[in-house]
């Protein structure tokens, strides 16, 4: 049986700078369509498995920098599996055992149609359950960061906030920002495209410019 044919074959992962897979799906706040995030920023994430330690702690970690997300204009959308069911008894465990509210929907795809779109099942690692994926999704439905963890490593939720912060900086300003970059540092001016600009830097003596190639500077 060629790939096509095998029942667990699947689309290939969305890649950066494709259109978002649409999807209709039932979620632990109703039916939600990936047009309902049209003109906001989503963050929308898989976990392997509900009432699971390491899950858990991710989705303190969401829960916690939710505020963040939504004051960088990005929302939140979790994805398993499991039941809705299933769904709405863990996060209402993590209420009483952590009392932390999780106040995002959570897609329950046991027929595991979206994951499948999304490349969320990778078969070598588990044939039933989602990776942990992450997928930055621009308000344009434009995917812009793609990230897989394997079933035993939680993911820094911090580092998914920042990434976020740094695509919306890219996108408001034109440029690029440096390694481990957080709000409120330097960014980086892109490169002169010829030599006349190359000259022209060097000549300006700009502090900020370390060598004609780079330069930082504040944004805004
Ligand atoms: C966890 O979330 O703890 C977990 C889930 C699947 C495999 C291993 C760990």
Redesign the pocket.
Same mark, same amino acid.
């Given at each position: 049986m060629d790939q096509a044919e095998s029942s667990d074959a699947q689309p290939r992962m969305p890649r950066i700078g494709e259109p978002a897979p649409a999807f209709e799906a039932e979620t632990t706040q109703g039916d939600l369509r990936l047009d309902d995030y049209a003109g906001s920023w989503l963050v929308f994430f898989s976990h $392997?498995?509900d009432f /699971? $330690?390491?899950?858990t702690t991710e989705f303190l970690a969401f829960a916690k920098l939710y505020p963040a997300f939504k004051e960088n204009g990005c929302e939140l959308l979790g994805l398993s599996t499991d039941s809705v069911y299933s769904h709405i008894a863990w996060v209402r465990n993590i209420e009483t055992v952590f009392g932390v509210r999780i106040a995002f929907p959570i897609v329950a795809d046991a027929g595991r149609e979206v994951a499948r779109a999304y490349g969320m099942i990778m078969p070598a690692e588990s044939g039933t359950e989602a990776v942990r994926t992450v997928f930055v999704i621009d308000d344009r439905q434009i995917v812009r960061a793609v990230l897989s963890y394997p079933? /035993?490593t939680g993911r820094s939720v911090d580092e998914i906030l920042r990434l976020v912060q740094a695509l919306r900086a890219t996108d408001r300003h034109g440029v690029a920002t440096p390694a481990g970059w957080l709000p409120g540092d330097k960014v980086i001016v892109a490169p002169p495209r010829t030599q006349e600009m190359a000259e022209e830097r060097v000549k300006a003596g700009d502090p900020d410019c370390r060598d004609w190639y780079f330069c930082l500077r504040t944004p805004g």
């Open positions: $392997p498995a /699971t $330690p390491v899950c079933m /035993t």
